[in-house]
């Protein structure tokens, strides 16, 4: 059984039954030819799953389709076997770069989501938030005033006082270096463990799949479609450890291979 509160499409489900995002053979297309075509994938509650393909390829488009933005010429998207198509408001979205508010500091950033929803979020759980991120005491400076990986942990904290347990995270370390990029994803790793979030990720990082998902989907070029599904087998307990083992190298290159585009034939 499932219960909606009032109109909203935020379905929930009972106790004991996990929730379940499914994409459907779908189709879209921009005036300019197809963009995806008969993509079709599931995300179950509380997993971390990670989308790989190539630049250009439809991964924003597919965020946009299941986040109501866009609606797809054929095909489903469910949760929990109710229809989504065209309802926003289901999942928090976080894209690639921060877009946080100059005029605004930290904890107003953060507090954002409240306000849009006419409701006033608590300071002592700012606080909070920012404390299990590593950002005690930035509660009043400006987006100028803190570092590119401060930067985009604020913009995350801000997608998850949005009280959404779904995320869509669209390549939010993309424009890092490799060291903050490191330390983003063990933070992200070790919040999630507390947070317990459901997550649906774009990446272009065959190692940060590998370090952060439960399963990975390669995704062709457009007209977008899933070339393969990986469930990762490392536990995730101690997989930045993992990184260089030959089991891991092995796995690494299997996904890099699927990437890789065909030679072209030769006469």
């Known amino acids: 059984m499932l219960r909606a509160d009032g109109d909203s499409a935020q379905w929930k489900s009972k106790e004991g039954f ?3 995002l499914e994409v459907k053979n779908i189709t879209f297309s921009y005036g300019n030819g197809p963009v995806i075509s008969g993509l ?25 389709l299941i986040g109501g933005l866009e609606k797809p010429a054929e095909g489903e998207i469910t949760w929990n076997g109710q229809s ?9 979205y976080m894209p690639q770069q921060p877009s946080l508010f100059p005029w605004r500091t ?17 300071p002592e759980h700012i606080r909070r938030y920012l404390e299990n991120a590593g950002l005690s005491g930035t509660e009043s400076l400006y987006p100028h005033e803190l570092s590119g990986g401060m930067q985009q942990r604020v913009a ?12 869509l995270l669209d390549e939010p370390f ?10 983003m994803q ?7 463990k507390k947070e317990r979030r459901t997550v649906l990720f774009i990446t272009h990082s065959i190692e940060e799949a590998l370090l952060l998902s439960d399963r990975i989907y390669i995704l062709t070029k457009r007209p977008m479609q899933v070339y393969q599904e990986l469930k990762v ?35």
């Open 18 to 20: 996990p929730m379940t």
């Open 84 to 92: 989504i198509v065209g309802k926003r408001g289901n999942f928090a």
């Open 40 to 64: 079709s994938l599931r995300v179950k509650e509380r997993e971390f799953v990670s989308l790989i393909g190539p630049s250009g390829s439809g991964k924003s488009t597919l965020f946009h």
């Open 106 to 122: 930290v904890a107003e950033n953060i507090a954002l989501p409240s306000e849009l929803n006419h409701q006033k979020m608590k």
């Open 156 to 167: 995350f904290l801000r997608t998850l006082a949005s009280g959404k347990e779904w995320l």
């Open 233 to 267: 087998p490392f536990p995730k307990e101690n997989r930045f450890s993992l990184r260089g083992d030959k089991t891991w190298e092995s796995l690494r290159k299997q996904l890099e291979d699927w990437l890789l585009p065909e030679p072209a034939e030769t006469d």
């Open 186 to 192: 063990k933070w992200l790793d070790a919040l999630l």
């Open 174 to 183: 993309g424009a890092l270096d490799a060291l903050t990029r490191t330390h």
